[in-house]
């Protein structure tokens, strides 16, 4: 049987989401692999303690390169080059890497073919051992890199064929925040969507942005609803309209300064102080997430 997986996401950046995906791993310890999806800006390792046990290169995309024994300095890639990414350095003419988009058009019109398109290594991805005797997919764009989605993508791709080979019954992934690309990419093949929101006004704008993509793709959703104390009145207007879009709330956390303690010591709350109210209604929200599965 294929592996059940949970993909935890939100409107924005700093929900809880990571923390609480964190806090589901560790929970659920061997039986799962960890898919670290926020490849912009990944921190789930640091939670998890990964020990990048393998590496492999990512490629994708392609960058002009200019051969100076064959370039005649003409000037006509740079004409028609629209993202300004070639300059005249020392009079000879260069591709800024982060600047080429790829297009091939230089390489077109260069009347001595001196310019060639190369794919380009633009992040790393690794297989990690983690807490818990579990596995962990994760990756890092590089600097001014794109094509996250792709790398997204590679990400997922591993993190199933890791679980299909240990046999393992769920794959936890921590999606992006936001609605981009790498979102959209992370959502493929979820059995079940965590939205995570806070009680603010930004927090209920995403969380309606993020439940449109939802629904685009027809996937079901549960929602965790973090400090939700912060605003009574906001956490009212979000439980309304999740009652309207038929999302049922999992679980609804108060502020507790134990979660940012349990940060700066680089631990889920679960690991920290698993007796905590705060751990508890975690560990609750993860026990109604699997009977929604059906696996409780």
């Known amino acids: 049987m294929s592996a059940k997986e949970i993909v935890v996401i939100s409107g924005k950046g700093g929900t809880g989401k990571t923390s609480l995906s964190a806090s589901f791993a560790y929970l659920e310890g061997k039986n799962t692999i960890v898919a670290d999806c926020d490849v912009d800006a990944a921190n789930m390792h640091l939670l998890l303690g990964a020990d990048f046990e393998k590496q492999e290169d990512f490629y994708s995309g392609e960058v002009a390169f200019i051969n100076e024994d064959c ?5 006509k890639c740079k004409e028609v080059c629209r993202f300004d990414a070639i300059n005249v350095i020392d009079n000879q003419h260069r591709v800024d890497n982060i600047s080429c988009e790829g297009c091939w058009y230089c ?33 890092k764009l590089g600097f001014g890199a794109e094509n996250s989605g792709k790398l997204v993508a590679k990400v997922k791709t591993k993190a199933k064929e890791e679980a ?17 690309c790498p979102v959209i990419s992370s959502l493929s093949g979820a059995n079940l969507v965590v939205l995570v929101t806070e009680a603010t ?15 685009t793709f027809s996937l079901k959703a549960v929602c965790i609803i973090n400090k ?10 979000i439980e309304n309209y999740l009652k309207g879009e038929d999302i049922v709330v999992v679980a609804k956390l108060p502020y507790d300064e134990t979660f940012t303690k349990a940060l700066s010591e680089a631990k889920p709350i679960v690991e920290y102080d698993s007796d905590c109210d705060l751990a508890k209604s975690v560990k609750d929200s993860w026990k109604k997430i699997k009977n929604i599965l059906g696996d409780v």
């Not at 370039?71 to 000037?75: Q, S, Y």
């Not at 983690?130 to 596995?135: L, R, V």
């Not at 939700?228 to 207007?237: F, R």
């Open 228 to 237: 939700y104390d912060l605003n009574q009145k906001i956490t009212d207007e």
């Open 107 to 139: 390489s077109r019109v260069c009347p001595t073919g001196a310019i060639e398109m190369k794919t380009q290594k633009v992040g790393d991805l690794y297989v990690s051992n983690i807490k818990k005797e579990s596995k962990m997919v994760h990756a």
């Open 164 to 180: 299909a080979k240990l046999n393992k019954r769920y794959i936890v992934t921590d999606g992006s925040p936001g609605v981009g």
């Open 201 to 215: 006004v930004s927090g209920l704008h995403d969380l309606k942005r993020v439940q449109k993509l939802l629904k």
């Open 71 to 75: 370039c005649i300095n003409c000037g």
